[in-house]
């Protein structure tokens, strides 16, 4: 499974961006999607998941201003991002896993940076 994010830029505090992440390859069926994050001189961390079924989980930082959506059919998550604030300046990656013979396979895009002025 590969995915491929898309939708980073630079914008001005306040503002918004729309990531998407769509997953290709021999795909059995995504269990979860979701994005990360990664800041200069800091670990990565969550951002927000979804379920195949639609349940969400957002870090604190992040609830109230982001949603984060999928497409299952289109094997795409979405992540929109508003009122953005200088301190969600990022790396951003989106994350899959699935469950294949019993084993949890995690799968990771390559980032799209996210950089909010102020």
């Known amino acids: 499974v590969q995915l491929q994010a898309s939708g980073g830029g630079l914008v001005q505090a306040g503002g918004s961006l729309r990531l998407s992440c769509v997953a290709s390859g021999i795909i059995f069926g995504l269990n979860r999607m979701g994005w990360y994050r990664q800041a200069p001189g800091r670990q990565r961390e969550l951002v927000a998941t979804i379920t195949r079924g639609g349940s969400t989980n957002y870090a604190d930082p992040v609830k109230g201003r982001f949603t984060i959506s999928r497409d299952s059919a289109k094997n795409t998550v979405y992540l929109q991002m508003n009122s953005l604030k200088p301190e969600d300046t990022a790396v951003y990656s989106c994350?899959?896993?699935?469950?294949?013979?019993?084993?949890?396979?995690?799968?990771w895009g390559q980032g799209t940076l996210v950089t909010v002025s102020s």
């Open positions: 994350y899959a896993d699935d469950f294949v013979n019993g084993f949890l396979n995690a799968y």
